[in-house]
């Protein structure tokens, strides 16, 4: 069993489309019974909110499948429940070595490292640019169900 959490500021953008665009490529693969999946936020701002109007666009537009959900906070406890959390940028990781007491278990790591790149996942917040984020997040999930085939 892969429990896997993806995080970023609000929960409302890039988690949320990497949470179900990866409940999907699993649900493909046909394993998504080997896997727990969710996304929460980092930050407080958009605590109890659907995901953005764009995400949810964006995934009717690929034909991803998801549900209303709303905005939670990361918690230290949410550390011994998950084998990845995943993050969107470096303010993510910041916010996860603080709240994780530095990752002594190395559980956390951001979407691109997974396909190999060192660079954060496009953030529609101040772009707009929806398709740039599916994108990466298609990549980067994709790459992480790689690695948990190989693991």
């Known amino acids: 069993m892969y429990k896997i959490l993806f995080v970023c500021h609000g929960n409302i953008c890039r988690s949320p489309m990497c949470e179900f665009v990866m409940k999907e490529l699993v649900r493909r693969a046909g394993c998504a019974a080997e896997f727990v ?27 991803i499948p998801f549900t209303r959900r709303s905005a939670r906070l990361i918690q230290r406890e949410d550390y011994g429940q998950y084998d990845f959390i995943v993050a969107m940028d470096e303010e993510n990781m910041d916010d996860l070595r603080r709240l994780m007491q530095g990752d002594p278990e ?45 693991a």
């Open 37 to 63: 999946i969710d996304s929460k936020a980092c930050r407080t701002d958009e605590i109890g909110s659907d995901a953005h109007p764009g995400t949810q666009r964006k995934l009717k537009e690929m034909g």
């Open 106 to 150: 190395r559980k956390c790591r951001l979407l691109l490292s997974f396909a190999g790149e060192d660079r954060e996942v496009a953030d529609p917040w101040y772009s707009g640019n929806f398709d740039a984020t599916y994108r990466d997040a298609v990549k980067g999930c994709q790459a992480l169900l790689e690695t948990c085939d190989g």
